[in-house]
C-alpha cells in the first residue's frame, strides 16, 4: 500500500502526518509500522505520527497521535498544534479555527499570525514535589497530567543535566508504574520566563521540544513563584513559545493555552 504523508514540526518536535478521514489506512498504521515509519534511519523519521479522522462527538476532526515506538498516546501538545495547522487547510479556504476529539478531551485550534494556539485540557492530579528522588540528581520532582504525564524538575544548571539518563530514571520509576511518566528539566531565566528540557515517554530520548511539557513546567513555575501568566518557555528546538492559563483555585486551572509555530516541511509517499 502506498501512503502519501505529510512532514510538520512544531519547535523542532517532528510529525509524520496522515491524512485519514477515510479510514483507508486504518488497518495498515498498525504499531509496527508506525514505529518503522518513524526510525530516523529506515523510515520518514519523526517523533510521532498523526492521524486525522472524521469526527464521532461534534467536533470537526479527530485527531490519533502515535509515539515513535508505534503505542497511541492521549494527547501533544506541538501534535496538537501541527494538526490543528493541517485540518485548518482541508476545507476550500483556511479555517481560522479547528476542533478536534482527542483520548484528552476535545480542544480548539486557533490560527494566530503565524502562530498556532491550542486550547488544552484543564490539567490534573497535580503533586508538589513527589518526594521522589533519582541518584544525582537534586531537585525536588514535581507532577502534573496535561493531558499526559509529566514530571517536572527545575535545576540550577541545564545545560549540565543528563536528560536521556535522568529523563529514564524518572520515566520508569516505580512511582510512576505502570503508565510512566514523561520527565522535564527547567530553570528560570527570569520571572515569568523558563527553558526546558524534555525526555519524552514513547520515544525514550530527549525531543527537541514537548507541548505538555512546556504547560506542565510554566504551570508548575508559577505555582512554585508567582509568575504570572503568559509564561514564556524556551525549548532546545530554538523557538520560544507562550503558555497562558487563569487560576481557579490555589492549585487549579482552566483556559490553559499554547502558542507557538507549527510548520510544514514536505510531503511524500512511502510503501507500507
Same mark, same amino acid.
Not at 26 to 34: H, M, N, P, R, V
Not at 38 to 50: E, M, N, Q
Given at each position: 500500500?502506498?501512503l502519501?504523508?505529510?512532514k510538520?514540526?512544531?519547535?523542532?518536535?517532528?510529525?509524520i502526518?496522515?491524512?485519514?478521514?477515510?479510514?483507508?489506512?486504518?488497518?495498515?498504521?498498525?504499531?509496527?509500522?508506525?514505529?518503522?515509519?518513524?526510525?530516523r534511519?529506515?523510515?520518514?523519521?519523526?517523533?510521532?505520527?498523526?492521524?486525522?479522522?472524521?469526527?464521532?462527538?461534534?467536533?470537526?476532526?479527530?485527531?490519533?497521535?502515535?509515539?515513535?515506538?508505534g503505542?497511541e498516546?492521549?494527547?501533544?501538545?506541538?501534535?496538537?498544534?501541527?494538526?490543528?495547522?493541517?485540518?485548518?487547510?482541508?476545507?476550500?479556504?483556511?479555517?481560522?479555527?479547528?476542533?478536534?476529539?482527542?483520548i484528552?478531551?476535545?480542544? *480548539?485550534?486557533? !490560527?494566530?499570525?503565524?502562530?498556532?494556539?491550542? *486550547?488544552?485540557?484543564?490539567?490534573?492530579?497535580?503533586?508538589?514535589?513527589?518526594?521522589?528522588?533519582?541518584?544525582?540528581?537534586?531537585?525536588?520532582?514535581?507532577?502534573?497530567?496535561? =493531558?499526559?504525564?509529566?514530571?517536572?524538575?527545575?535545576?540550577?544548571?541545564?545545560?549540565?543535566?543528563?536528560?536521556?539518563?535522568? =529523563?529514564?530514571?524518572?520515566?520508569?520509576?516505580?512511582?510512576?508504574?505502570?503508565?510512566?511518566?514523561n520527565?522535564?528539566?527547567?530553570?528560570?531565566?527570569?520571572?515569568?520566563h523558563? *527553558?526546558?528540557?524534555?525526555?519524552?515517554?514513547?520515544?525514550?530520548?530527549?525531543?527537541?521540544?514537548?507541548?505538555?511539557? !512546556?504547560?506542565?513546567?510554566?504551570?508548575?513555575?508559577?505555582?512554585?513563584?508567582?509568575?504570572?501568566?503568559?509564561?514564556?518557555?524556551?525549548?532546545?528546538?530554538?523557538?520560544?513559545?507562550e503558555?497562558?492559563?487563569?487560576?481557579?483555585?490555589?492549585?487549579?486551572?482552566?483556559?490553559?493555552?499554547l502558542?507557538?509555530?507549527?510548520?510544514?516541511?514536505?510531503?511524500?509517499?512511502?510503501?507500507?
Amino acid at each position: 500500500m502506498l501512503l502519501h504523508f505529510y512532514k510538520m514540526n512544531g519547535a523542532g518536535n517532528d510529525f509524520i502526518v496522515v491524512d485519514n478521514r477515510d479510514l483507508s489506512f486504518s488497518s495498515a498504521l498498525d504499531g509496527e509500522t508506525i514505529a518503522a515509519l518513524c526510525d530516523r534511519h529506515r523510515g520518514v523519521g519523526a517523533d510521532g505520527l498523526l492521524a486525522v479522522e472524521p469526527a464521532e462527538n461534534g467536533a470537526d476532526y479527530k485527531f490519533r497521535y502515535y509515539n515513535a515506538d508505534g503505542g497511541e498516546a492521549e494527547m501533544c501538545g506541538n501534535g496538537a498544534r501541527c494538526f490543528g495547522r493541517f485540518t485548518a487547510h482541508l476545507g476550500e479556504e483556511m479555517a481560522e479555527r479547528v476542533t478536534f476529539e482527542t483520548i484528552a478531551g476535545t480542544l *480548539a485550534a486557533d !490560527m494566530v499570525g503565524d502562530n498556532v494556539r491550542i *486550547a488544552m485540557s484543564e490539567p490534573k492530579d497535580l503533586k508538589l514535589n513527589t518526594g521522589v528522588q533519582i541518584e544525582d540528581l537534586e531537585a525536588d520532582l514535581h507532577f502534573l497530567n496535561t =493531558g499526559v504525564p509529566h514530571v517536572v524538575a527545575f535545576v540550577d544548571d541545564l545545560d549540565a543535566v543528563d536528560v536521556p539518563e535522568f =529523563g529514564s530514571s524518572i520515566r520508569f520509576h516505580e512511582t510512576f508504574a505502570p503508565a510512566g511518566t514523561n520527565a522535564n528539566f527547567a530553570k528560570e531565566l527570569e520571572p515569568g520566563h523558563i *527553558a526546558i528540557r524534555t525526555y519524552e515517554r514513547g520515544v525514550e530520548d530527549e525531543t527537541l521540544a514537548c507541548g505538555t511539557g !512546556m504547560v506542565a513546567s510554566a504551570l508548575i513555575h508559577h505555582l512554585l513563584t508567582g509568575a504570572p501568566s503568559p509564561i514564556l518557555v524556551d525549548v532546545e528546538g530554538g523557538d520560544t513559545l507562550e503558555i497562558g492559563f487563569e487560576k481557579t483555585g490555589d492549585t487549579t486551572f482552566t483556559n490553559v493555552t499554547l502558542a507557538g509555530p507549527a510548520d510544514f516541511v514536505f510531503e511524500g509517499d512511502i510503501e507500507i
